[in-house]
């Protein structure tokens, strides 16, 4: 299927009520018995089906990111139960009663974004949205869903439950951020005393706390890992850029050999890479293109004027005699992240170039309002 939502209905009311919905919120295939067919549903695209509705779900459960089922609650509880996999797998599951009073979020809060879709739809229909999620009503930080605006990438998931269970509990827990965006801390009050803020694994190491939400490019020392994620969750936002430069027709092996090599060496993790940069000479570097395309990251390209804007350290007149820039992984990797310097200003191996830039972000101080 195309579109991310499937709305079912099986009453009279119901199906009024999901014609509507689907005419007016966008990215919604709609499904009804079809003893309720007005004959344009050809038209509309709008699917018909017979018997139970159970039949189907298993099929929308997995051709669609989210499932408005406008049916008792309780219906749906029994019929979801046997087809349910993982949190991380699951679709959204909205439930809607017949007279569209209430919009409640049944399924996947917030992995799958039932919470979202909840808010979305209620608005759309006019109705009340239900969400019971502890961190949503308590208006507090939803661990599998932190950063995940930002682009962070959740590494250690297998103590979310725990830590959740402790963030909502009120008791103490230490946020560990030595990088990324700050301003995660988005409700209207000031972030509650038992959550604290460090700056470096360190500092948090020598504090008291019962959970721990680590947000880190580097590579955690088994020390840090042992005191930290006994009962913590790693987060790895997208602060790192590379700077890359290369030979014509270096393959994407060697790239990507100095690439997880370099970061291996700098202690730094490869899920926080947010982009490549490199000259525009580059390209159609097919090499390089396939080491992006593996890992799905942005290849941002500069022009030989715009990378000598940027003042090096060494800059190269053997660079620049074949470029026409002074530099290609240095410039690409200070322009691209807008660092005024380099983790690592540069490396030669082989037919590859790499330099290593982070993001700058506001100071942790810029957490909260």
């Known amino acids: 299927m195309t579109k991310p939502y499937a709305a079912v209905a099986i009453t009279k009311h119901g199906v009024e009520m999901a014609r509507n919905l689907a005419a007016g919120f966008p990215g919604t295939d709609l499904y009804y018995m079809s003893k309720f067919a007005r004959g344009d549903e050809t038209e509309l695209g709008y699917r018909m089906f017979e018997g139970s509705v159970k039949l189907i779900l298993p099929d929308l459960f997995k051709a669609y990111t989210g499932l408005i089922i406008i049916i008792s609650l309780g219906a749906v509880v029994r019929m ?17 009663d017949d007279r569209g009073q209430h919009v409640i979020s049944v399924l996947s809060g917030h992995l799958g974004g039932a919470n979202e879709l909840t808010l979305e739809v209620a608005k759309a229909l006019g109705a009340r949205p239900v969400i019971t999620t502890a961190s949503d009503v308590q208006g507090t930080i939803p661990v599998d869903l932190f950063g995940r605006g930002f682009g962070w990438e959740i590494e250690s998931f297998d103590k979310a439950t725990p830590v959740s269970a402790s963030v909502v509990n009120e008791e103490r827990i230490a946020v560990v951020q030595e990088a990324g965006e700050t301003k995660w801390w988005t409700y209207d009050k000031p972030l509650p005393p038992h959550i604290t803020v460090y700056g470096h694994a360190v500092e948090a190491m020598q504090a008291e706390f019962d959970a721990s939400l680590v947000v880190t490019d ?47 060496e700098l202690r730094l993790s490869v899920k926080s890479v947010r982009n490549a940069a490199t000259i525009v000479l580059k390209k159609d ?32 007149d053997t660079v620049f005699k074949y470029t026409g820039a002074y530099g290609v992984s240095e410039p690409a990797a200070l322009r691209s992240s807008g660092a005024v310097d380099w983790l690592l200003e540069k490396r030669k191996s082989g037919n590859v170039t790499i330099s290593i830039a982070r993001v700058p972000f506001p100071p942790g101080g810029q957490v909260g309002l």
Request: aromatic share 4%.
């Open 80 to 96: 979801i139960a046997p087809i349910l996999e993982d949190k991380k797998k699951d679709p959204a599951v909205i439930v809607i």
């Open 218 to 264: 580097r590579l955690l020392e088994p020390q840090e890992e042992a005191a930290l994620l006994k009962n913590g969750v790693l987060y790895r936002p997208k602060t790192l850029v590379l700077g890359i430069g290369c030979n014509r027709g270096t393959s994407a092996e060697e790239i990507e050999q100095m690439i997880i090599s370099t970061l291996s």
């Open 285 to 316: 570097e097919e090499g390089l293109l396939e080491v992006c395309r593996k890992y799905k990251w942005k290849l941002e390209l500069y022009t030989p004027d715009e990378l000598n804007q940027v003042p090096l350290k060494n800059p190269s």
